[in-house]
């Protein structure tokens, strides 16, 4: 079994770009797919990645996912950032070898 | 419309029990898998456990195996999770969500607003 380790927190300001990092510790991030979604405050969450860099349609263009095999990791970018934006991100994927799912721990984006 | 609605919560004491349901409307219920994830008050994610389409499947996150029973009523378009020996950490917002992966890679498209399980004396 494997987890997922995201930053805490990140900040950026309205406009700029901001990555938030997943990093997976046991196994190639690689042999599943990775997912995004996105929890605003007193909100359920919705997805705005999919299968490693899908975007679910309703999803702006703004937001991409990329895996990286050289850092075991996967990545959510998120460009022309909005105060909208700010939100909790948390990082997904499927562990085959204890049929579960695991989460990131989340990292919270301030927009400010 | 497409969504989920959770209903069920409530106060519990700890050991006694609770059955949270999540009626599903506007698609094909039948043809998902089904999972139940969870939310500690200022925590994040959990995955608790998942349902093939027809039932024949399930698994359970290590903490509540033994304990909880998820379960799907395809007729009725509904989910539960069946919460025995409640425990104060199972205090959580419980999401019911569906996955549309159709295979052994699951991950969630649609959440349910929650329904708020808190265990205390």
């Known amino acids: 079994n494997f987890m997922l380790t995201q930053p805490h927190s990140v900040s950026e300001s309205p406009g700029k770009t901001v990555t938030i990092s997943c990093t997976r510790s046991?196994?190639?991030?690689?042999?599943?797919?990775v997912q995004w979604y996105q929890q605003r405050p007193g909100s359920s969450p919705t997805t705005v990645i999919y299968?490693?860099?899908?975007?679910p349609s309703g999803v702006p263009d703004r937001f991409s996912g990329s895996i990286d095999s050289s850092s075991n990791s996967a990545s959510l970018t998120i460009s022309g950032l909005k105060t909208e934006d700010e939100a909790d991100y948390y990082c997904?994927?499927?562990?085959?070898?204890?049929?579960?799912?695991?989460f990131g721990g989340g990292t919270k984006l301030t927009v400010l | 419309e497409v969504q989920l609605v959770e209903s069920g919560g409530g106060l519990v004491q700890p050991g006694g029990s609770l059955r949270l349901s999540c009626a599903a409307s506007g698609f094909t219920f039948s043809s998902y898998w089904m999972s139940w994830v969870r939310q500690a008050p200022g925590k994040g994610l959990e995955w608790v456990a998942n349902i093939k389409q027809d039932g024949s499947e399930k698994y359970y996150v290590d903490s509540v195996k033994g304990r909880f029973t998820i379960s799907r009523d395809n007729a009725k378009n509904s989910l539960y999770l069946q919460m025995n020996s409640l425990r104060a950490e199972d205090t959580a917002v419980y999401y019911c969500?569906?996955?549309?992966?159709?295979?052994?890679?699951?991950?969630?498209?649609?959440w349910g607003r929650g329904t708020l399980v808190t265990v205390s004396s």
């Open positions: 299968e490693d860099n899908q975007r």
């Open positions: 997904q994927s499927y562990d085959s070898s204890k049929e579960n799912v695991v």
């Open positions: 969500a569906r996955d549309p992966s159709g295979s052994y890679n699951w991950y969630f498209d649609l």
């Open positions: 046991s196994g190639s991030i690689a042999s599943n797919y």
